[in-house]
Structure formats: structure tokens, C-alpha cells
């Protein structure tokens, strides 16, 4: 089974012999009328739908060159090839469609004569490989008893049956189409050793020529469309010249019923030949046939089957301009009555019973040996089968479809391309399309959302009520953000202001305990002072005290003297006496002044201890100041950016506001 990258992947080479170009819009017409219904592949490239062709699985029917609208689909041959090998001295002969003179009488002669110019050697009409194929399948069915054989001049029916109804492959003329006769005789009979060119009204005869059942008798299928293409853009042209080889009804085979006709003209119209054509009547006709012949039932004398609704003469390699007119028709029409001479001697003479015509035929090729023409074929279905998917599976893709009732799993708009909702879900089994591509699925899927947006919309209209008061409420709060902000930039202001002039207030503390400080260290000094002092009266005492001592030393002397002289003493008696008590007293006032200087040195003492502690407070507070006063001046400067970003929100809130 081919998958869709795989698919995708292929259909971006040029060299398939059918693919899609540039301008898909994925309208799905040649889904629509492709007998194949895995050969189309829709796909989904930058958003957009896209059929592609599966090579591997396409006919080269051509029907979807008709469909198209936009002229998406193109096709290869082996023109440019053609042309670059002639150009390089290759040897190539022509083989001829007979429908290229019908198409082109008044270019026909000097289209062959520029092709003689650049190097081909011989033409040979396919009109007389055609009364080769008449000849081979009378001979094979008569001999063989061979009724209800499928012709095959046609490689698309080959392909398809080879591919899809394989069946039928025993049912298939074992007789080579015109243009294989041809080169059969043109290679064994004539002994041309040429490479074969075939000048194709069809793009189909590629896959013919690369049968490797087809012996590789020809080397390219140069399209008419691409032929006179080429011809035109350079200018080919010569001499004007003819096929080369003398032909009879053969020339009317691409024509509707051209074969049928040719048998009738040999066997008479007692025999039923079944004449069926075109793309949308021939493959479901060979889907019926099938059940025919395994059901053992009747059959024709054989099956006149052609792809194009018009036979070869509008071929799928035909230029689309030719296909716009009958005239084609009436030009064939005019071959078609000179091939019927009126000569007794040839087999296509009107004059002759079909039993005689048949008799002249078979004589005309009395040389030729009819297993030289005999055809093979391969059953190619291996791998290709369509898979059929079971009730569960078809459910299955019904609910991804989102088909939930009969009804709408029988819708069968065909809008996708296919008859039915059961192709569609059978070609998404086989992954060869998407539930996108349907149209009732997106409608669904349209809606789905339709009815999404609606909920959304009354959603969003709620929402949209509840911003609204959202936003009024928030409105109201901005003002109310933008009347605290301007109440706290004045606090800040105001805070700025009195943080001033505390740390100026700071700051004349700092220098006023500066000057306690000096005071205290002033104090300090002068209480050393005084205490220096107190150590010198204390020395004075000392002296003062040796001297009342020394004095009262004396005193008493003094009266034990006086006390020795008598009467005569008692002055001095008086004197030794009152200086007594001068000693005592100042050894009282000496000692007095030792207990005042100890009360005073103690207060001192106290007095430097305290000054000391009054120091180290005063230093503490002094260092605290000043602290005090860089951390104000910091809340200062942080003040002053808390009023910038208050005034910068503030006017932000009020534009907010607005």
C-alpha cells in the first residue's frame, strides 16, 4: 500500500508519466471521474487541499484532463528524448497513428517531410498494423473458438484489468494492438533495423511500449500534443511525404466502433460485437462483464472497448483545440470511404461479400505467421487491491466523519469527489484522502464553531459587562490610589522637611557635646590641679605638725626651766605656756586640715571618676549623634526618591484615570 508521503513524494517528479502541476486548487473533479478510486490522493499542502496522482496505481485513463477546470494535471512522453536522439544521428523510423492525418490534413505532409529532414528514415502508417490486428483476431477466434474476447487496442483497459479485475486477464484478445503489429511486421518482415517511434494520439501507449510483454519493439511514444508542440516552437518543416505502406480499413480504427466495424466488414453483422467507450461507461462495464463471465453466462463475439469516449481520434495525447470540433470525423470519414475501394481484387472492396472480403484478407497476409502477434499479459494486481473495510471499521471512520445516522452516512453530495459517503470512507480506509476533504464534515465542523463563537460571544459579552464594571470600580480606585498618593506626598514632604531639620538639629548637638566634651577635659584638667595642690598642703601640714611638735618639745623644756628658776620663771613660764598652746593648736588646725584635705581629696577623687564617666557618656552620645545624623540624611535623600516615584505614579494614575 502507498502511503501519502510516499505518494506526495512521487508526484513531485516530473518524469511520472501523469502527475499534478501547480495548478490544483483541490476541487476534486478527477476524483470524480477516475475509474480508480485509490489513484487520486488528496493531501493538505500549506493549508491547502491538493489531489495528487499515485503513479503506481493510475491508468493513464486521461479523464482527468477532461475534468479539470484548471488544466492541473500535465503528462510525460518520450518527445524531447525523441527529437535529442535523432539530433545525435540516431536511426528511428516512424510508426503512425492513423487519426495524426485526420487531425492534421493540412500539416500532416509537411510535418513528415521536416521530420525526413532530421534524420527519419521510414513511415509506416499503423492503419496497416490495424488490418494485421483485424486479421490476427478473425484467425484466433475461428480457429480457437475464442467468443467473448476483450479487444485490447486500448493500453488503459489493458492496465486496468491487468491491475484490478485480473479475472479478466483470460478474457483479453491475445493479439497485439495496431501499433505492436506494425512494429511486429515493420521488425521481422521488413527487417528495419531502426529504432521505433510512435507518433501517439494517446498517452497511454507508453506503459504498452514499456510492457515488458511487448518485447521492446518501440523505443518512444512521441504525443501529438507534444509533437506539434515542439514543431511549431522550431520551426520543423520539409517537403511534404506520405506513410509508405498501401492500407485498408485499418485506417477507421480510432474511431468509436472502428474495430467493430472492421469485423463486421469480414464476418458480416450476424455476429453481437459489444461496443463500449469512454471513461465513465467502459471500466464499470468491465466490472459487470466480470460477474458475466464467472457466472458462465452469455457472451458476445467479442468486446469493442475503447477508453475515450471518442475512440483514438481524440485521444488524451491529442491537443485540446482539436477536440473542440467534429471535423476531425468528417475528415476520418473521407479515409474511411477511400479505403473501401471498389476494385475486386481488394479485400476492403464494397463489392465483395464479407466471406469474400475475409478470404482476400486472409491471403493478403497468407505470410504472415499469427503467433508472431500473439500477446501476453500480467496479472499486476498484487499489491494494488483496494481493501474493504468491515462494518466496525466503517463505523469507525463514520464517527471520525462525525456521520452519526443512516441519513447522514447517505448523503452522497459527491463534493468529495466519490459517489457515495461509503467511497469516501473506504478510500480514507485505504489513506489515499482525509475527513477534510468532506464537505458535510467541515459543514459540521463550521457549525460546530459557529455555535462555539456564538457561546464565546455571549461569553466575551459577559466578560466584556464585567470589565466594564471591573473598570469602573478600578476607576474609582485609581482615584482613590492617585488621592493617597498625593497625601503621601506631602507626608513625604513634610517628613523630608522635618528630617531636615532634624539632622541639623543633630548635627548642632553633635557640636555642642563637643564643646561638653572640651569643658570636661578642661575640669578634668583642673581638678589634677587642685589635687596636685592638696598634696602640697598636705605637705605644708606635715611641716606645720613637726613644728607644734618641735614647739611643745621646746614648751616643755621651757617650763621644766621655769620651774627650776622659781619665781624668777614664771614669765617664762607664761611665754613656754601660751607657746604650748600655739603648738597645740596648730598641730589641731594642721590635723583638721588633713581630715578637710582627705573629705576634699576624696570628693576629688569622685569628682574625676564621675567627670571620666561624664566623658565616656558624652562620647557614646556624641557617636550616636552623629549617626543620628548620616541615617537622617540618608531617610533625606531616600525622602526625596520616595517623592520623585510618588509624583512619577501619581501621573501615571491620572493618565490611567483617563
Not at 419 to 432: D, K, L, P, S
Not at 591 to 610: G, H, M, P
Request: aromatic letters at 8%; one cysteine or more; hydrophobic letters at 35%.
Amino acid at each position: 500500500m502507498v502511503h501519502f508521503a510516499e505518494v506526495h513524494m512521487e508526484n513531485q517528479k516530473t518524469d511520472a508519466l501523469i502527475y499534478t502541476n501547480d495548478n490544483c486548487v483541490g476541487c476534486n473533479k478527477c476524483i470524480s471521474v477516475c475509474p480508480v478510486l485509490t489513484a487520486n490522493h488528496a493531501v493538505e499542502e500549506n493549508g491547502e487541499n491538493r489531489i495528487v496522482v499515485d503513479g503506481s496505481q493510475c491508468i493513464s485513463c486521461g479523464a482527468c484532463f477532461d475534468a479539470c477546470a484548471h488544466s492541473a494535471r500535465s503528462f510525460n512522453d518520450d518527445t524531447e528524448r525523441f527529437f535529442h536522439d535523432l539530433e545525435r544521428g540516431e536511426k528511428i523510423s516512424l510508426l503512425l497513428a492513423p487519426a495524426f492525418l485526420a487531425n492534421y490534413p493540412k500539416e500532416y505532409g509537411s510535418v513528415l517531410g521536416g521530420l525526413k529532414q532530421l534524420g527519419v528514415n521510414r513511415i509506416i502508417s499503423v492503419s496497416f498494423g490495424a488490418d494485421i490486428t483485424t486479421w490476427g483476431y478473425i484467425k484466433y477466434i475461428t480457429e480457437n473458438h475464442f467468443t467473448g474476447g476483450i479487444s485490447q487496442p486500448c493500453p488503459a483497459v489493458v492496465r486496468y484489468i491487468e491491475r484490478y479485475i485480473p479475472e479478466l486477464i483470460p478474457r483479453l484478445m491475445p493479439i497485439h494492438s495496431p501499433m505492436m503489429c506494425g512494429a511486429i511486421f515493420v521488425k521481422k518482415y521488413m527487417k528495419v533495423p531502426d529504432r521505433l517511434a510512435f507518433i501517439s494520439p494517446c498517452i497511454a501507449k507508453k506503459n504498452e511500449i514499456d510492457d515488458p510483454n511487448c518485447g521492446g519493439y518501440v523505443s518512444y511514444n512521441v504525443t501529438f500534443d507534444h509533437l506539434m508542440a515542439y514543431v511549431r516552437e522550431h520551426g520543423i518543416s520539409g517537403p511534404s511525404v506520405n506513410d509508405e505502406i498501401e492500407y485498408g480499413l485499418g485506417s477507421i480504427y480510432p474511431m468509436p466502433g472502428g474495430l467493430k466495424e472492421n469485423v463486421y466488414w469480414f464476418c458480416g453483422e450476424d455476429v453481437f460485437i459489444r461496443q463500449i467507450e469512454g471513461e465513465q461507461h467502459a471500466y464499470e462495464f468491465l466490472e459487470d462483464y466480470k460477474e458475466r463471465v464467472l457466472q458462465g453466462k452469455e457472451l458476445p463475439f467479442m468486446v469493442d472497448a475503447l477508453n475515450c469516449a471518442k475512440g483514438c481520434i481524440y485521444g488524451t495525447g491529442v491537443e485540446a483545440s482539436r477536440t473542440e470540433t467534429d471535423d476531425i470525423l468528417y475528415e476520418l470519414q473521407r479515409i474511411r470511404e477511400s479505403s473501401k475501394k471498389n476494385g475486386k481484387g481488394h479485400a476492403f472492396s464494397r463489392k465483395l461479400t464479407p466471406k469474400q472480403r475475409l478470404d482476400r484478407l486472409n491471403k493478403q497476409f497468407k505470410d504472415l505467421k499469427l503467433n508472431d502477434f500473439i500477446r501476453h499479459y500480467s496479472d499486476l494486481s498484487r499489491g494494488l487491491e483496494i481493501r474493504k473495510p468491515d462494518r466496525a471499521e466503517l463505523d469507525a471512520i463514520y464517527e471520525e466523519l462525525d456521520k452519526q445516522t443512516e441519513a447522514q452516512r447517505n448523503i452522497n453530495c459527491s463534493a468529495c469527489g466519490y459517489n457515495t459517503c461509503t467511497e469516501m470512507a473506504t478510500a480514507i480506509y485505504n489513506e489515499c484522502n482525509h475527513k477534510r476533504n468532506c464537505i458535510q464534515y467541515m459543514k459540521g465542523e463550521v457549525d460546530k464553531e459557529n455555535m462555539l463563537s456564538r457561546e464565546l460571544a455571549e461569553e466575551m459579552e459577559q466578560k466584556n459587562a464585567e470589565i466594564m464594571a471591573k473598570n469602573e470600580l478600578i476607576s474609582k480606585l485609581i482615584e482613590e490610589v492617585s488621592d493617597d498618593f498625593a497625601s503621601l506626598d506631602r507626608s513625604i514632604n513634610e517628613m523630608s522637611q522635618g528630617n531636615n531639620g532634624n539632622a541639623e538639629e543633630s548635627t548642632g548637638i553633635s557640636m555642642s557635646m563637643a564643646d561638653v566634651i572640651s569643658f570636661c577635659d578642661r575640669l578634668q584638667a583642673s581638678l589634677g590641679n587642685i589635687q596636685g595642690l592638696l598634696v602640697k598642703l598636705e605637705e605644708n601640714n606635715n611641716e606645720i605638725t613637726n613644728v607644734a611638735e618641735e614647739t611643745n618639745l621646746l614648751a616643755l623644756n621651757a617650763s621644766i626651766e621655769a620651774a627650776r628658776a622659781g619665781e624668777s620663771g614664771r614669765g617664762f613660764a607664761i611665754i613656754a605656756e601660751n607657746i604650748k598652746k600655739l603648738a597645740d593648736f596648730s598641730k589641731d588646725a594642721a590635723s583638721d586640715s588633713d581630715s578637710n584635705k582627705e573629705q576634699i581629696q576624696e570628693a576629688i577623687t569622685q569628682l574625676l571618676t564621675d567627670a571620666g564617666k561624664l566623658i565616656d557618656i558624652i562620647d557614646s552620645v556624641n557617636s550616636r549623634v552623629t549617626n543620628l545624623a548620616a541615617s537622617t540624611e540618608e531617610i533625606a535623600a531616600s525622602a526625596d526618591m520616595v517623592s520623585e516615584i510618588s509624583s512619577d505614579l501619581k501621573g501615571k494614575m491620572e493618565k490611567l484615570n483617563l
